[in-house]
């Protein structure tokens, strides 16, 4: 049965996706298998080549990939970037992924017994299941398939069904790649697809909510193969006295309201000085309300609209609990509905407590709520209250000062004098602290090694030892 597809701009339902039952993944996942030998067969280097190809591919297709994005987004800008963001990860995970699998093989090792030596050969798991939200649509579908291609697996991926329109140009970008007919496929369809998806595979790497996230967590653990989960977050930002509070503003804005904040490091919620929250206070809201939606004209403007309509009542709810309760709006505050699409001007509140919802569970929409420490060190317990702990930022006078203060954080990836750096870096390996999630680092080379399991290759060049040599006379006096 097709499933409609609700365009973000429009409010209306103009696409539709199929998606697959079970017999029709387990036919995918059955031919998968079968293509994945070979694709492991060929040297890292091979396999590289072959990803260098895909980039190709996908640059002759920018423009359809690019116009699907927009269509299952409503922003522009960043459609671009995924696209040409992916065509540079292919290109870097190609490059690098025969050296680090070089470096991380290990051959003939003496081992402590004299006649023994051991290697260690990294063997990739046969096929892995994705399955990625809808944020960053085509960013999200790629950034742990990309690598598990390069470990030489066959890959499934099951993007959103909020988003999927990007799937068919990137269907037919792949389809320009033969040696790729077989070991990657893209699958239409939603949470049920996603459920009937984890029994097919032997690697479970998942994009998502903590709700979901816990659902594919467990259910993995029955299917007894391992989760990668990359989950929500709460992001605090601190500003400390010694911080410029004009700049400060400026960065805090851009790390809330980018990608109308639906960015799972985007900052949720920033803790100020009071020294300085005067002119910190009067730059955030003075740039919040130059902040301009991009409608009517999707390629003018700072921000687009809520993705995923439902978001924007989740976040309008947020809100509304917050001002009940005593909270007070600086600026923004209202979804406005434009030509049927949700828009949210960034919302400075303050007078928030840390039991209300906006300020403990995830908000997901151009939110910053601002909270006056009087101690680095309330500050720091602040930021280290609630379930999750996926990144964070401090901004000082100096870099020092706010790393001394970085190194204190419950978060797996702190940036220090910026923020959400942890979506533009990916060199640097991190894991999610709490609720954020579980499952070795998706940036550094632990994005390409969790993508293999290791065999141990144990040589005896000497005399098999005999039974004889446990009696228990042997080892008696
Ligand atoms: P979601 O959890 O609702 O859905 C994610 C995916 O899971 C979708 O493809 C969906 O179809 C699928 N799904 C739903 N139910 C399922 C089930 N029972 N079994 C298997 N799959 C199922 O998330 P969303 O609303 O699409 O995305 C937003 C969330 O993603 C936010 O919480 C955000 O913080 C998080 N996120 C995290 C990262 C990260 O790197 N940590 C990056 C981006 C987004």
């Known amino acids: 049965m097709s499933l409609a597809v609700v365009n973000p701009r429009t409010g209306e339902a103009d696409y539709s996706i199929e998606p697959l039952d079970e017999t029709a993944i387990a036919t995918v996942a059955s031919r998968l298998r079968a293509g994945q030998g070979a694709w492991a067969a060929r040297t890292a280097g091979e396999r ?3 990803l260098h190809r895909l980039a190709e591919a996908i640059g002759r297709h920018r423009t359809a990939l690019a116009a699907a994005l927009i269509a299952d987004t409503g922003r522009a800008a960043i459609s671009k970037i995924e696209v040409e963001a992916m065509i540079r990860a292919l290109q870097r995970w190609a490059d690098s992924a025969p050296g680090i699998i070089a470096r991380a093989e290990i051959s003939d090792r003496q081992t402590a017994i004299p006649t023994i030596t051991a290697s260690t050969r990294l063997v990739p798991y046969q096929l892995i299941g994705i399955i990625s939200p809808w944020n960053f649509p085509l960013t999200l579908a790629l950034i742990d398939a990309i690598p598990a291609l390069a470990a030489g697996c066959a890959v499934i991926v099951k993007p959103s069904e909020v988003t999927p329109r990007f799937m068919r140009p990137l269907a037919a970008a792949i389809a320009e790649v033969p040696e790729l007919a ?73 790390a809330s309201v980018l990608n109308t904040g639906q960015a799972c ?34 390629n003018a403007g700072d921000i687009g609209p809520f993705i ?10 947020q809100i509304d609990d917050a001002v009940a309760r005593g909270a007070k709006l600086l600026a923004g505050g209202q979804v406005e509905t434009l030509d049927g699409g949700k828009y949210l001007r960034p ?30 060190d309330e500050a720091v317990a602040h930021a280290n209250s609630g379930i999750f702990g996926l990144s964070a930022a401090v901004i000082a006078g100096t870099v020092e000062e706010a790393e001394a203060v970085a190194v204190r954080l419950r978060a797996g990836g702190v940036s220090i004098n910026d923020g959400s750096l942890t979506g533009l870096v990916w060199e640097a390996e991190k894991s999610s602290f709490g609720a954020s999630g579980i499952g070795p680092s998706r940036m550094g080379d632990s994005g390409l090694l969790r993508f293999f399991r290791k065999q141990a290759l144990i040589r005896q060049s000497g005399a098999a030892l005999p039974l004889a040599a446990y009696s228990e006379e042997a080892l008696s006096g």
């Open 182 to 254: 077989d070991v990657v496929a893209l699958i239409e369809g939603d949470g049920a697809t996603g459920a009937a998806l984890i029994g097919q595979v032997d690697f479970i790497a998942f994009t998502g909510s903590v709700a979901t996230g816990r659902k594919v967590g467990e259910a993995a653990a029955r299917a007894f193969i391992p989760a990668s989960l990359e989950l929500g977050g709460k992001d605090p930002m601190l500003v400390l006295a010694s911080a410029d509070p004009v700049k400060a503003a400026e960065t805090a804005l851009r």
């Open 48 to 50: 590289g080549a072959v």
């Open 265 to 298: 490091q985007s900052i949720e919620r920033v803790y100020v000085a009071r020294e300085i929250a005067g002119p910190f206070l009067e730059a955030l809201v003075n740039g919040a309300k130059a902040v301009r939606l991009n409608h009517p004209d999707v």
């Open 308 to 317: 995923f309509a439902r978001q924007a009542e989740i976040v309008q709810a």
């Open 347 to 376: 919302t400075v509140l303050v007078d928030v407590t840390p039991d209300m919802p906006i300020m403990a569970e995830e908000t997901f929409g151009p939110v910053i709520p601002v909270t006056l420490f009087d101690s680095v």
